[in-house]
């Protein structure tokens, strides 16, 4: 007998393999994952240049795990999950991708619809599938309040409240990274000034470090004092941020992912020190966050546009 009324599941039901794409700024991944999130099959291949390519490079990593023996054993892919870095709005379009070239205002969802003859595909942005991977499966899983950071060359970041995933009118919500920190800052590359990912993100902890972050990472674990101080300063200006956006979302747990955090410690428990002061007096009336790190690595876009499919 048919069902009377049909209600949306508070969250996904993960049943059948979904394939989900990570389309980054030097490489083009593609997973395929059953409904937990357990990886049956990856591929990939370098980010070409151009539109159209970018298009082919998407459809031929698909085509790769669709043929893939455990994909079918499994009973072949049910969506198809897309994560692109830019901003992509609802209506599928992207609108504009500083990091793919010749990658500005095109249909891609439609496209990659008729492309792949495939009626379930998700497009989204990358950072907003990470948090939607962290969130499901990862290290924000049980949480329906959750902000994710991606500290990497830049910032990236998304939003989940209640349990669904905060894109905004346009879908380009979440870009947390160009939050104001300092009026009378740097100029970042979007054209304001002062932006948190000039001083909170890889290339903002290397200018503060006057070398690479690795490096300042590596002698902080050894112990290096002089590194240790580093790392605390910088950590001060991740906690700045963040202080910002926990008053504004008041989130149970903070995903904290990227490459300036791998490995994680010291760093995020220099963030988490200083996350408190950074609140002012209001931090010792309310309950802080949990800050993790991120549990799914460079997997957590693929993951996160795969679950996204049916959610
Ligand atoms: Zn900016």
Redesign the pocket.
Known sequence: MAPIARFSPPVPSFEGVRIGVDMGGTKCAALAVTGDGAILAETSVPTPVGGDAVIDAIVGVVQVLRADAAVRDAGGECGIGVGVPGLVGTDGVMRYAPHLFGVVEIDLRAILRERLDAPSLVLENDNTAATWGERSVGAARGFDDVLYVGLGTGIGGGVVVGGHLVRGRSGFAGEI??LTIDVNGET???G?RG?W?LVASGSGLARLAGRQGEIVTEAARAGDPVALGVLGRFAGGVAVGLADLVMTLDPACIVLGGGVLDPAEPLLGLIAAALGPAMGAAAAHRPMPEIRAAALGKRAGGIGAALLVGS
Do not use: Q
Request: with cysteine; charged share 25%.
């Open positions: 990274g160009h970042c590359v979007c304001r932006c990912e």
